[in-house]
């Protein structure tokens, strides 16, 4: 039992004396940094620490199929970033694909069809030990992944809103087309009916101008046939 309590005592020591080893290189490396060196190291963490929030409140500002509690567990099995790729391109993920488990081997498999069915198309291509990493939970494995799944999709994002764009403004530009030339016919066909009424105003003129011709020459007519009755000359008097 007394030795038993040496040793116990003896590893209590040692742990305490690597501890403070390891302080002391930490400090020595931070007294060979120069102040500027400091600055970059302590400015990166920031950063890192800046990614890492925002890519919480990526994956947070997504509606997905349970809560969020550990995201390292939460993860594990693949379904939730199937969940959240599918928010993007619905057309890209099957969920049935994916079902929610807790056996590795059953993880495992989530995540090779993932890897091989659709991160494939995002241009990522996760190794072995990048999914044994992430089905164990270890840290900030999937804040990894995370962080170039959100990177490309949203260069993809923007690629299919350029493109949208792109149509949006061939279409407007199509239909503005269409409209002056629609326009441009109306203009012609207006001008035609303009054409087709002067020529029946015409018409309607010399009709009428016919018809007091005719009215004129009936009068002279009967004027010429009643001085011939009246001198006796019209044949039918005869």
């Known amino acids: 039992m007394e030795n038993l309590d040496n040793n116990n005592a003896q590893n209590v020591n040692q742990e305490a004396e690597e501890e403070v080893d390891s302080q002391n290189a ?37 509606e997905l199929s349970r809560p969020k509690k550990n995201i390292s567990r939460d993860f594990s099995d693949g379904v939730l970033l199937a969940e959240i790729i599918k ?26 069809v993932l890897n091989n069915k659709v991160l494939k198309k995002l241009g990522i291509k996760l190794s072995k030990n990048e999914i044994d990493s992430i089905i164990k939970s270890e840290p900030l494995a999937i804040e990894k992944l995370l962080q170039k799944v959100y990177a490309v999709l949203q260069v993809k994002m923007n690629m299919n809103m350029n493109v949208n764009n792109a149509n949006r403004d061939r279409n407007n530009f199509e239909m503005k087309n269409n409209r002056e030339k629609l326009r441009k016919t109306l203009e012609e066909k207006e001008n035609v009916v303009k054409q087709l009424k002067d020529i029946v105003e015409v018409l309607e003129l010399k009709l009428k101008n016919s018809e007091e011709m005719e009215g004129i020459l009936h009068n002279k007519l009967q004027q010429l046939t009643d001085a011939l009755n009246k001198n006796g000359i019209n044949d039918e008097n005869k």
Do not use: R
């Not at 950063?47 to 890492?52: A, G, R």
């Not at 099957?94 to 488990?101: G, M």
């Open 87 to 112: 928010n993007y391109f619905p057309h890209m993920v099957d969920l049935h694909n994916y079902p929610s488990c807790s056996n590795s081997k059953h993880k495992e498999s989530n995540w090779n």
């Open 26 to 62: 930490k400090m020595d490396k931070n007294q060979l940094q120069n102040p500027e060196e400091q600055e970059d190291d302590l400015n990166e963490a920031q950063d890192e620490e800046s990614e890492l929030m925002y890519i919480y409140e990526w994956v947070d500002s997504i």
